[in-house]
T-cell receptor, first 113, second 115 residues
Framework: GNSVTQMEGPVTLSEEAFLTINCTYT??????LFWYVQYPGEGLQLLLK?????DKGSNKGFEATYRKETTSFHLEKGSVQVSDSAVYFC????????????FGSGTRLSIRP | EPEVTQTPSHQVTQMGQEVILRCVPI?????FYWYRQILGQKVEFLVS????????KSEIFDDQFSVERPDGSNFTLKIRSTKLEDSAMYFC?????????????FGPGTRLLVL
């Protein structure tokens, strides 16, 4: 079946550190891939997405590249800020009878000043 | 920027009681969804809805659950007889189309606690 696996947290980094959160997926066909972010006390917000192989999604300094050969969509940021502290969810959308998003388990990121 | 809204933000209920969670999707969106997140677990798909019909539902969405679009703006999730294990954060989402490339926009969630 379709699934998403992401690195377990929590991840704690110092401000200005480089961030990578690994995500791999299993899906038949051609899913779209997403990163959603959940800030403390808030709902899910789309961070970025990529809809076909080799696409790069980017937003707010975050990037992720859709790698079909390795079935991966790792999230990266060159220099994190305290305000990036949140839970990050990797997800895919694979049409079956209707569109539905399948989420990974989430990675909690904490940034120290 | 348009956004999905949900009410209430928190709901506490007794086991066996009925609850209705309300959502106002983005106005030009045609596809609506409910997801839930049990504390510490994954966000799980419950149901999708289009043209006043359920398009797909998960195994979680049993006969205790129902969805409705009672008017042109609201989209509701009803749990007929709540169980302790229904305690979770419930997210509503909407999208313009059912394409896999389309972004689903999520509301802030309703935290349901069943005692």
């Amino acid at each position: 079946g379709n699934s998403v696996t992401q690195m377990e947290g929590p991840v704690t980094l110092s401000e200005e550190a480089f961030l990578t959160i690994n995500c791999t997926y299993t899906a038949t066909g051609y899913p779209s891939l997403f990163w959603y972010v959940q800030y403390p006390g808030e709902g899910l917000q789309l961070l970025l997405k990529a809809t076909k192989a080799d696409d790069k999604g980017s937003n707010k300094g975050f990037e992720a590249t859709y790698r079909k050969e390795t079935t991966s969509f790792h999230l990266e940021k060159g220099s994190v800020q305290v305000s990036d502290s949140a839970v990050y969810f990797c997800a895919l959308n694979r049409y079956s009878s209707a569109s539905k998003i399948i989420f990974g388990s989430g990675t909690r990121l904490s940034i120290r000043p | 920027e348009p956004e999905v809204t949900q009410t209430p933000s928190h709901q506490v209920t007794q086991m066996g009681q009925e609850v209705i969670l309300r959502c106002v999707p983005i106005s030009n969106h045609l596809y609506f969804y409910w997801y839930r997140q049990i504390l510490g677990q994954k966000v799980e798909f419950l149901v999708s809805f289009y043209n006043n019909e359920i398009s797909e539902k998960s195994e979680i969405f049993d006969d205790q659950f129902s969805v409705e679009r009672p008017d042109g703006s609201n989209f509701t999730l009803k749990i007929r007889s709540t169980k302790l294990e229904d305690s979770a954060m419930y997210f509503c989402a909407s999208s313009e189309s059912s394409s896999v490339q389309e972004t689903q926009y999520f509301g802030p969630g309703t935290r349901l606690l069943v005692l």
